[in-house]
């Protein structure tokens, strides 16, 4: 919530939730690069980023260092 200025990225609401960018559902972690706050309400960005009717700008992906878990895996695996 720091890092994000305590407000949603795509509406600038303040008090934002924490949102997967990668589900946890799906397999995504936990790790702070996968995390962006969005708000619920009164523009429920949330759920409208998890049905697809709202994109995550890829100017707030590049700025929190976001990478999908593929990339993550592929930079691990040339680390070992």
């Not at 949330?46 to 009717?53: A, F, I, M, R, S």
């Amino acid at each position: 919530n720091e890092r994000d200025g305590g407000r949603c990225v795509i509406c600038g609401s303040p008090n934002p939730t924490p949102h997967h960018i990668d589900k946890r559902s799906a397999g995504g972690g936990d790790y702070l690069e996968n995390i962006i706050c969005l708000w619920i309400f009164p523009n429920d960005c949330h759920g409208q980023v998890d049905q697809g009717k709202l994109e995550v700008p890829e100017s707030e992906l590049e700025r929190i260092g976001y990478y999908n878990d593929d990339q993550k895996r592929l930079e691990d695996l040339r680390n070992i």
